[in-house]
């Protein structure tokens, strides 16, 4: 079992939930942070407060679900410690965008650092659930189950965060932010 | 359908989650309501849009996430948590004992405890004084035992004789 390696000091065992959750933590904590500096640091924290608490973990339970719970809890006690000196940094400039002409291109670039700070300023309990569902695809059910939270809270709130974005978002406006 | 019920399903409708009749009263109330489609459009554009949120891994974060099990485990501590957990718990036992005990001795709550408690203390004093006399008794045999333990035997001082050598008190002043 990977889990027992990893609590042995396996290393090839770590570098397999590294290469397997990796991408999913760190996009989760860029989109929850608004920049890439505080985004590593969160993840590496996350990872750090895995292989430390990984003897915790039952092998009955969902290590996802777990590992999700303690990135959301990890990701709310970031923003209680810095909501005062929040600071959403330019984004790296390599965005991908989906393939139309430059232009579009261009337009999408400026929408998607938009988005990104207006993500930045709702509910942080609303901005993980959108994260998990609209970046990282992840179905309602999944959600509920690695948050532990009833089907119908995790719909309706999600509905709630996406209305409320929605409204926050304007194409091609919203200058000075 | 009124706005307020097509907000509640809107993301149901975007998904297409809604019964087909459902469907049909959104998709007629969007279609006579501007602030609805306005926001149906919003919504479905952040949503194209969050497509594009994910990104990879910066490579440095990729290694220092590797590095974490080397790192962690170099650093780990030799006592194991376990152990410390146990000596804590000893601590708090031993603790939680001595104030007992103090409650116990000072005051009468349990008098046959208490009555035992000094008992038991007047016996540590009285073996106490016991053991310091037979100290004092030993050290009085042998004078100045510290002394001795230092000077060849040919050198010990006579304990009879204060003034070693021949020489007097007075000459020792006059000297």
């Not at chain 1, 959750?21 to 895995?50: C, E, H, P, R």
């Not at chain 2, 100290?135 to 006579?158: A, T």
Request: hydrophobic share 40%; glycine share 6%.
């Amino acid at each position: 079992m990977l889990i027992d390696r990893i609590a042995d000091g396996d290393p090839e065992a770590w570098n397999m939930i590294v290469d397997k959750y990796s991408k999913g933590i760190y996009s989760l904590a860029l989109n929850f942070a608004g920049n890439a500096d505080d985004a590593a640091d969160i993840t590496q924290d996350i990872f750090i407060k895995l292989f430390s608490n990984i003897h915790k973990f039952t092998l009955d339970g969902n290590f996802h679900a777990w590992l999700m719970r303690m990135a959301k809890n990890h990701c709310i006690d970031y923003w209680r410690k810095n909501r005062k000196n929040r600071n959403v940094l330019p984004l790296n400039e390599d965005i991908r965008v989906h393939d139309h002409d430059e232009e579009q291109h261009m337009i999408d670039r400026m929408d998607i650092q938009r988005l990104r700070r207006r993500i930045n300023q709702l509910d942080p309990e609303l901005r993980i659930l959108l994260i998990l569902r609209d970046v990282q695809n992840y179905s309602y059910q999944e959600i509920a189950a690695s948050l532990d939270l009833p089907l119908g809270t995790v719909k309706s709130r999600i509905n709630r965060g996406r209305i409320k974005l929605a409204r926050m978002f304007q194409q091609g406006g919203d200058h000075g932010l | 359908m009124d706005c307020k019920l097509v907000e509640e399903r809107i993301s149901n409708y975007i998904e297409n989650n809604l019964s087909a009749t459902e469907m049909d009263a959104v998709r007629e109330h969007i279609q006579s309501c501007g602030a609805c489609r306005d926001l149906l459009e919003r919504m479905e554009r952040v949503l194209y849009l969050c497509e594009d949120l994910t990104e990879e891994v910066p490579f440095f974060l990729k290694n220092r996430l590797y590095n974490i099990a080397e790192t962690r485990v170099a650093e780990e501590p030799a006592i194991s948590g376990r152990t410390i957990t146990v000596l804590k718990w000893a601590a708090a036992m031993v603790g939680t004992a001595v104030l007992l005990l103090n409650l116990l001795y000072f005051t009468s709550i349990v008098p046959p405890a208490n009555r035992f408690l000094h008992l038991a203390v007047s016996r540590i004093e009285t073996f106490v004084v016991e053991a310091g006399a037979y100290v004092e008794r030993i050290s009085e045999s042998d004078r100045n035992p510290f002394l001795g333990l230092f000077m060849s035997p040919d050198k010990k001082i006579d304990a009879d004789q204060p003034f070693p050598d021949g020489a007097t008190n007075e000459g020792g002043k006059n000297g």
